[in-house]
Nanobody, 117 residues
Framework: QAQLLESGGGSVQAGGSLRLSCEAS????????MNWYRQAPGQQREFVSR???????NYADSVKGRFTISQDNAKQTMYLQMNNLKPEDTATYYC???????????WGQGTRVTVSP
């Protein structure tokens, strides 16, 4: 079993920055592709960014050029640097270890980001 703990959410004005962290703990026997998702009130959860096991990254078009995903393997932590935040980025952000074969997937509890105009 593994646990994911997100942190770094908060309230900022448009144009501001936040850095989200997702720390994994517990018995991680698999290597994972890792994702950030977000869910705005009344909306479905949507993909934000992904960092694969080989280090390659992907971003949703809506955040490309503003958000940067990274990881520190030694700390078992994934980050999401969010710059030039917009009100439409307001959501609860979740980190995810992607299920693969016999490796179970995991979700964090979420961290709230609020961007005011």
């Amino acid at each position: 079993q593994a646990q994911l703990l997100e942190s770094g959410g908060g309230s900022v004005q448009a144009g501001g920055s936040l850095r989200l962290s997702c720390e994994a703990s517990g018995d991680l026997v698999c290597r994972y592709d890792m994702n950030w998702y977000r869910q705005a009130p009344g909306q479905q959860r949507e993909f934000v960014s992904r960092i694969a096991r080989d280090g390659s990254t992907n971003y949703a078009d809506s955040v490309k050029g503003r958000f940067t995903i990274s990881q520190d393997n030694a700390k078992q932590t994934m980050y999401l640097q969010m710059n030039n935040l917009k009100p439409e980025d307001t959501a609860t952000y979740y980190c995810n270890l992607e299920e693969r074969g016999l490796c179970p997937g995991y979700w964090g509890q979420g961290t709230r980001v609020t961007v005011s105009p």
